[in-house]
């Protein structure tokens, strides 16, 4: 809404309030499309540019057929393409549209071109500030065809801009969790050494530290000989006391499922949720079409 023309009556107003709704809506469910339909379009594109230097590298046979092979299955199946490879090709398409609308604008306006550019992105990304506004002087040359090309190049900028401001926006999210994971793994340190600090003077029998190293995945005990011993001297705190027997519970309970179901318990890969799956509207579209890529790719 650039602002110039506007509802004046009442009527009008509450027309319009209605009528954006529905609008609105429908425009949001024809980007989420076009935006569905454009990454389905890069994503062949892509995919049949990494067969071809599959091809090239002799991992896929050049018939065009798979093998059975499993470097050939790992190789393509579930491939997504890269959200920055397609983050670039859809700034390079947002440009490309950008700098020939700039060029019709600028001679037709008046505007400069730097004031052309200016407009597209401020048009384009539905801002609308409505300081500059096309199309609205009453007389130019090819009237009909200007206004042609004007809805043709809004439109195009419109979704591409869309669709990329999605795909930025995934990248901003997966920057932050990568951000938090650093962060969050600082202050695990930190605390584990005011932890560790903090329970230096705590009397605990034969260095419980380096006596034992509990672990409830592989239900091993490590202890030692001469460490393993409490002197008389010693007294073991019940804080200590009621830890060891948690560990104790938990071993025994792990060891009574293990039992009863027959067999150990294991931790499937496809259980570990990436922080950027999911996710609404036009998020789980690029979600499920593009490849994200997080710490441990």
């Not at 425009?27 to 540019?49: D, G």
Request: glycine share 8%; charged share 20%; aromatic share 10%.
């Amino acid at each position: 809404g650039f602002g110039m023309t506007t509802p004046a009556t009442v009527g009008g107003k509450i027309f319009l309030i209605f009528y954006g709704l529905i609008g609105c809506a429908g425009t949001i469910l024809f980007f989420n499309l076009f935006l569905e339909r454009l990454i389905t379009v890069i994503a062949y594109v892509m995919k049949s540019c990494h067969e071809r230097q599959l091809r090239r590298k002799g991992v896929l046979p050049h018939n065009g057929r798979r093998g059975s092979g499993t470097s050939e299955v790992d190789s393509l199946a579930g491939w997504k393409p890269s959200v920055y490879y397609v983050m670039l090709i859809l700034c390079v398409a947002s440009l490309i549209i950008s700098c020939c609308a700039s060029a019709m604008y600028t001679p037709i306006e008046g505007w400069s071109y730097f004031d052309s550019l200016y407009f597209c992105f401020v048009a384009f990304s539905t801002i609308g500030f409505g300081d500059l506004v096309s199309s609205q002087n009453i007389k130019y040359e090819s009237q009909g065809l200007y206004r042609f090309g004007n809805f043709v190049f809004i439109l195009m900028g419109v979704c591409c801009i869309y669709s990329l401001f999605n795909v930025i926006s995934i990248v901003i999210k997966q920057s932050i969790n990568w951000i938090l994971k650093k962060l969050d793994c600082r202050c695990c340190h930190r605390c584990q050494r005011k932890l560790l600090r903090s329970r230096r003077n705590v009397v605990m029998p034969g260095n419980v530290r380096s006596r034992r190293n509990i672990s409830v995945e592989t239900d091993v005990v490590n202890e030692s000989d001469t460490d393993g011993r409490r002197q008389s001297g010693e007294m073991i705190s019940m804080k200590d006391f009621l830890a060891s027997n948690k560990v104790s519970l938990a071993i025994m309970q792990k060891q009574l499922s293990e039992t009863a179901n027959g067999y150990p318990r294991q931790m499937s890969s496809n259980s570990k949720q990436n922080g950027f799956s999911g996710g609404v509207g036009a998020l789980a579209i690029m979600n499920n079409r593009l490849a994200e890529t997080s710490v441990d790719r």
